[in-house]
């Protein structure tokens, strides 16, 4: 079976500051990796995900993400946060073959500090 | 142009009720779902359904039953409410094969009093 971490509730960070996000999962086969981004009072929407090939992914808003295999962790950066990233950021993963079950992480709230 | 929409919005009602939410995609895709979030914003899933045939059944109580009259709907109907029930309710669908996201809908409000 499929699980994902994360590993902070909450992220408090500074306007302009940089962010990481961190996420951790674990699978028997190979597995998709997504983030996705809550707005207050809304539903989720896609931030990037990772299929195959290279280890970065870049997304909307200037986020990315770094696949690790050997570490089982696909964390999420930003190199420069604005007010209107404060957000909840779900790390989900789904496995390959068959059809999709996505499991998501608990969610990590981003607050980001004028 | 709502790609995902349920409806209602919000919904308020008394214990031991019978409700049921609804949801559309005009996205064309072949699986739909119904996730839950609750008060501390954990997401999980009840339902997948796949060209109408219920395909994911998470250990969610019977009074929960979901029903898809075609590949583009997929509704909710829940009986006997609880106040426990009271959370988020999320319609998605994707293309069904798992590299393909899911497209969420903006979620149906259920408080139970």
């Known amino acids: 079976a499929q699980s994902v971490t994360q590993l902070d509730s909450q992220v408090p960070v500074f306007e302009e500051a940089p962010v990481e996000l961190r996420c951790n999962y674990s699978?028997?086969?190979?597995?998709?990796l997504f983030w996705y981004v809550q707005y207050p009072n809304q539903g989720l929407q896609l931030l990037l995900k990772y299929l195959s090939g290279s280890t970065l992914v870049k997304g909307i808003n200037g986020f990315e993400a770094e696949f690790n295999k050997s570490q089982t962790s696909f964390h999420l950066r930003k190199p420069s946060v604005h007010i209107s990233d404060t957000a909840e950021y779900f790390c989900a993963v789904s496995e390959h073959g068959g059809y999709q079950k996505v499991t998501f992480g608990t969610g990590t709230k981003l607050q980001v500090i004028p | 142009d709502t790609a995902v929409s349920q409806t209602p919005k919000y919904l308020v009602t008394q214990m031991g009720n019978d409700k049921s939410i609804k949801c559309e995609q005009n996205?064309?895709?072949?699986?739909m779902y119904w996730y839950k979030q609750d008060s501390k914003k954990f997401l999980k899933i009840m339902f997948s359904?796949?060209?109408?045939?219920?395909?994911i059944n998470e250990t969610v109580p019977n009074r929960f039953s979901p029903k898809s009259p075609d590949k583009a709907h997929l509704n909710l109907h829940i009986n006997s409410l609880e106040l426990g029930d009271s959370a988020v309710y999320f319609c998605?669908?994707?293309?069904?094969?798992?590299?393909?996201?899911?497209?969420f809908g903006q979620g149906t409000r259920l408080t139970v009093v």
């Open positions: 996205l064309g895709h072949d699986t």
């Open positions: 998605a669908s994707s293309q069904g094969t798992g590299e393909t996201e899911a497209f």
């Open positions: 359904y796949n060209n109408k045939e219920l395909i």
């Open positions: 699978s028997s086969v190979s597995v998709y």
